[in-house]
């Protein structure tokens, strides 16, 4: 089973059953039907439970710098991307707990993002979210190891969502200030990106790998341009500030 704030599509074929619930009742109530003590399991490995920990809800909050993002704003994309996973665990641990005594072992799946790794100008709201399930899931991952509960990460890329028809819309005017050709340039790239995402049923299929893996990795990655992603993730921080900088037109000054 899947316990998720959104959709994630499952492939009907997994066997993996896709649940939803945002309050403590209605989780515990899927935790329960989800999570028998007694057989069940997703295919491939027995005892296996997974627990989708939030893809956004579809908040972007994208277009604006750090300096210039409201406290609200942050606290807001922070509640919705690092506090609901965080909240749907310490509810569903419990019985995750009584899963994995009963049969071996249970598993919890965390959605982040390739934004958890890198973060873009003009979207650190979102990156700092991102960055903080990141940094649940590896501590949380630690903490459940007695218990047999495993957690893994899967970060999506760009994925074909109605997450990308609010960039534009959420840019902040930026067009009298020094940021002005940056965040044309930087929202060009992300609808540009975003038109070359991947369907939502490849993080489905990122899901149910992980959950059905004898011996799953602790993140899968799952992007439509993977060699960028680990170029990204490889290169000295600093050249990868200079890419970034040249592309979006954020060069310092000479």
């Known amino acids: 089973a899947v316990i998720v704030p959104m959709p994630l599509a499952i492939p009907k074929a997994s066997g993996i059953r896709e649940r939803r619930g945002a309050s403590d009742s209605a989780i515990r109530a899927s935790m329960s039907e989800a999570?028998?003590?007694?057989?069940?399991?997703?295919?491939?490995?027995?005892?296996?439970v997974g627990?989708?920990?939030?893809?956004?809800?579809?908040?972007?909050?994208?277009?604006?710098s750090v300096a210039d993002t409201d406290p609200a704003e942050l606290v807001r994309v922070m509640a919705s991307h690092a506090l609901g996973p965080?909240?749907?665990?310490?509810v569903a641990i419990p019985s995750l707990r009584q899963r994995a005594a009963a049969k071996g072992r249970a598993d919890i799946v965390m959605i982040s993002s390739v934004g958890g790794k890198n973060a873009l100008p003009f979207a650190g709201p979102y990156a700092a979210s991102k960055h903080a399930v990141e940094g649940l899931s590896e501590a949380l991952r630690r903490e459940l190891m007695p218990f047999g509960i495993d957690v893994v990460?899967?970060?999506p890329g760009a994925v074909v969502t109605p997450?990308?028809?609010?960039?534009?819309?959420?840019v902040g005017d930026y067009s009298n200030t020094p940021y002005a050709a940056s965040v044309k340039k930087m929202t060009a790239l992300m609808l540009a990106n975003a038109a070359k995402g991947l369907p939502a049923e490849r993080i489905g299929e990122a899901v149910k790998t992980a959950l059905t893996s004898?011996?799953?990795?602790v993140r899968y990655t799952v992007a439509p341009n993977p060699l960028f992603v680990f170029m990204i993730r490889h290169l000295p921080r600093r050249m990868v500030d200079k890419m970034i900088?040249?592309?979006?037109?954020?060069?310092?000054?000479?």
């Not at 999570?35 to 296996?48: C, M, N, Q």
């Not at 627990?51 to 604006?64: D, E, K, L, P």
């Open 153 to 155: 990460i899967v970060a």
């Open 163 to 170: 997450i990308w028809d609010k960039t534009e819309s959420g």
């Open 245 to 254: 900088a040249r592309q979006v037109g954020l060069n310092p000054p000479s």
């Open 214 to 217: 004898p011996k799953p990795k």
């Open 86 to 90: 965080h909240h749907l665990s310490r």
């Open 51 to 64: 627990m989708g920990g939030a893809a956004g809800a579809g908040i972007a909050s994208r277009g604006q």
């Open 35 to 48: 999570i028998p003590t007694e057989g069940g399991g997703a295919p491939g490995r027995p005892g296996t």
